[in-house]
């Protein structure tokens, strides 16, 4: 695991650090590199998670959205339903957001 060099993991709240080695061992089956590009720190949206430490967002493993879409589902299976697992344009955003 990889924490890109300006990205924060303080304060990250303890949830969000029990699924990281989960997300990480998804991305050692494939070959990838699981790098984390955001945590708490960066500007998000009003009411992110980020700043309440329950949202990660994660780099893309593959190039192309065809390639990450099934990516991003395996991430779903993995978690429970209490994650919201959302591929954006340039990363993977992952929240602790239950209903």
């Given at each position: 695991m990889i924490v890109k060099k300006?990205?924060?993991?303080?304060?990250?709240?303890?949830?969000?650090?029990?699924i990281l080695p989960k997300i990480e061992k998804l991305y050692e089956a494939i070959g990838k590199e699981f790098v984390i590009?955001?945590?708490?720190?960066?500007?998000h949206s009003i009411g992110s998670l980020h700043y309440k430490g329950l949202a990660v967002d994660i780099r893309l493993p593959y190039l192309t959205p065809n390639a990450n879409k099934p990516f991003v589902e395996m991430i779903k299976l993995v978690l429970n339903i209490d994650f919201d697992v959302v591929l954006e344009k340039d990363h993977i955003h992952i929240e602790y957001d239950p209903k």
């Open positions: 300006d990205a924060s993991l303080r304060g990250i709240d303890e949830i969000m650090v029990l590009t955001s945590g708490t720190d960066g500007t």
